[in-house]
């Protein structure tokens, strides 16, 4: 079965899967997460040295986990040894705890994959639309120049930041093309829906779609229009909230969203200040997009780079 079938198993009949015995990772591919993260966790145990990274933070919730749950294990133990005058044997390896090693090697996988395709889609559309659009690149170029000369010539953290048109542009590429079109929540109580007699019962699973939210004409007028100034100022301080979420929304809002906005500027930042962008006789316009993909993926994006040269 093709993983965009599984995908849509996975996601539609959950309980299906379940019953078919079907997997939604290729074995090869989970086999392999399992061994990079069993190494990188006994590694992680042998030195003193500890790093400041979220697997850190998985392992030691994980650890402090057990130690709560072998501490109540231990009491109760010592309660029953009252009660009954027979000595209860400690559990070694509690049974009960949450954060598992599949818990963790799961919350692992995620982040890797959350953070790869999605980046790269985003950085392809945009520099699609800098190709199109000559104009935005120009003005692109100008500030990243600008903020060049105010900080040495170097674009560090505090350079970065302060590239606010350049953040406009990227927002407007994940308000028209988000990579991930489809966003899934559960219910967690029951919500009648406004002026309906339609009520979301308690573990509901809900699909929001991101792509026709960001293309309701309704939050943003022209919706096929690439136009940046919509995320500046103003404009910026009147979008509607809930109807631009290309990071999800709420508690669960992607907890790398500042790091991918930083990632996807400064390799943006480095490729407008060295080279122009222009459509070539291999750019499809539109884009023509995998209809197997679960990201809202191009087939193929084809622009061409001219090296500026700098007196």
Same mark, same amino acid.
């Given at each position: 079965?093709?993983?965009? &079938?599984?995908?849509?198993?996975?996601?539609?009949?959950?309980?299906?899967?379940?019953?078919?015995?079907?997997?939604?990772?290729?074995?090869?591919?989970?086999?392999?997460?399992?061994?990079?993260?069993?190494?990188?966790?006994?590694?992680?145990?042998?030195?003193?040295?500890?790093?400041?990274?979220?697997?850190?933070?998985?392992?030691?919730?994980?650890?402090?986990?057990?130690?709560?749950?072998?501490?109540?294990?231990?009491?109760?133990?010592?309660?029953?040894?009252?009660?009954?005058?027979?000595?209860?044997?400690?559990?070694?390896?509690?049974?009960?705890?949450?954060?598992?090693?599949?818990?963790?090697?799961?919350?692992?996988? &995620?982040?890797?994959?959350?953070?790869?395709?999605?980046?790269?889609?985003?950085?392809?559309?945009?520099?699609?639309?800098?190709?199109?659009?000559?104009? &935005?690149?120009?003005?692109?170029?100008?500030?990243?120049?600008?903020?060049?000369?105010?900080?040495?010539?170097?674009?560090?953290?505090?350079?970065?930041?302060?590239?606010?048109?350049?953040?406009?542009?990227?927002?407007?590429?994940?308000?028209?093309?988000?990579?991930?079109?489809?966003?899934?929540?559960?219910?967690?109580?029951?919500?009648?829906?406004?002026?309906?007699?339609?009520?979301?019962?308690?573990?509901?699973?809900?699909?929001?779609?991101?792509?026709?939210?960001?293309?309701?004409?309704?939050?943003?007028?022209?919706?096929?229009?690439?136009?940046?100034?919509?995320?500046?100022?103003?404009?910026?301080?009147?979008?509607?909230?809930?109807?631009?979420?290309?990071?999800?929304?709420?508690?669960?809002?992607?907890?790398?969203?500042?790091?991918?906005?930083?990632?996807?500027?400064?390799?943006?930042?480095?490729?407008?200040?060295?080279?122009?962008?222009?459509?070539?006789?291999?750019?499809?316009?539109?884009?023509?997009?995998?209809?197997?993909?679960?990201?809202?993926?191009?087939?193929?994006?084809?622009?061409?780079?001219?090296?500026?040269?700098?007196?």
């Amino acid at each position: 079965m093709g993983a965009h &079938i599984r995908s849509i198993c996975r996601t539609l009949a959950p309980k299906l899967m379940s019953y078919l015995k079907l997997r939604s990772i290729n074995p090869e591919v989970e086999q392999f997460f399992w061994t990079v993260l069993k190494d990188t966790v006994k590694h992680r145990e042998s030195n003193v040295n500890k790093r400041n990274d979220f697997l850190q933070l998985l392992i030691e919730v994980q650890a402090e986990e057990i130690k709560h749950t072998r501490s109540n294990d231990h009491q109760n133990g010592d309660q029953a040894e009252t009660q009954d005058g027979h000595a209860k044997d400690a559990i070694e390896t509690p049974k009960d705890i949450l954060f598992t090693d599949t818990v963790v090697a799961s919350n692992a996988f &995620i982040f890797f994959i959350a953070g790869f395709e999605t980046t790269a889609t985003t950085l392809s559309h945009c520099l699609y639309e800098l190709a199109l659009h000559p104009e &935005i690149c120009a003005k692109l170029r100008e500030e990243v120049e600008s903020v060049k000369q105010s900080h040495n010539g170097n674009l560090d953290y505090d350079a970065i930041k302060k590239l606010v048109y350049m953040e406009a542009v990227i927002s407007e590429t994940l308000r028209k093309d988000p990579p991930a079109s489809l966003l899934v929540r559960r219910c967690t109580e029951a919500f009648k829906m406004p002026d309906t007699s339609l009520v979301v019962e308690e573990g509901t699973t809900l699909f929001v779609s991101i792509y026709a939210l960001h293309h309701d004409p309704k939050y943003f007028p022209e919706p096929e229009k690439f136009k940046p100034e919509r995320f500046l100022g103003e404009n910026k301080e009147n979008i509607v909230p809930g109807s631009y979420i290309p990071f999800g929304d709420g508690p669960r809002i992607c907890i790398a969203m500042r790091f991918a906005m930083y990632e996807m500027k400064s390799v943006l930042a480095y490729i407008v200040s060295n080279y122009t962008i222009h459509t070539c006789e291999k750019t499809s316009i539109p884009l023509k997009y995998n209809p197997r993909s679960g990201l809202h993926s191009p087939l193929d994006v084809w622009v061409q780079f001219k090296r500026i040269v700098k007196s």
